[in-house]
Nanobody, 123 residues
């Protein structure tokens, strides 16, 4: 059971980044997937979710219209396209595989987690 997140880095405010999460087929193709983030001293925050068949996506208001989650046809790689980045988006970003076919906002509903990738947005 492995999730490998990548694509983080340093970007200026207003810039874009695309995060990727490669998952083993056994863990992800029938499961919802989510992206979460955690900034220093703050709680883990849900930023995007996608259902097993990509028919449904979910975003909190804080990133809606700026972030887009997608997954490849095999369902094994999930992407998070981030644009219009703000300094408050700075955090470690984690991908996770849901316990179900959907992508709830509650992190306790996710069984497997990647190692995280750091996104730093400078002002």
């Amino acid at each position: 059971v492995q999730l490998q997140a990548s694509g983080g880095g340093l970007v200026q405010a207003g810039g874009s980044l695309r995060l990727s999460c490669a998952a083993s087929k056994r863990t992800s193709s029938n499961n919802g997937m989510g992206w979460f983030r955690q900034a220093p001293g703050k709680e883990r925050e849900f930023v995007a979710g996608i259902s097993w068949n990509a028919a449904s996506t979910t975003y909190p208001d804080s990133v809606k219209g700026r972030f887009t989650i997608s997954r490849d046809r095999a369902g094994n790689t999930v992407y998070l396209q981030m644009s219009g980045l703000k300094p408050e988006d700075t955090a470690v970003y984690y991908c996770a595989s849901s316990r179900t076919s959907y992508s709830p906002r509650d992190f306790s509903q996710y069984a497997y987690w990647g190692q995280g990738t750091l996104v730093t947005v400078s002002s």
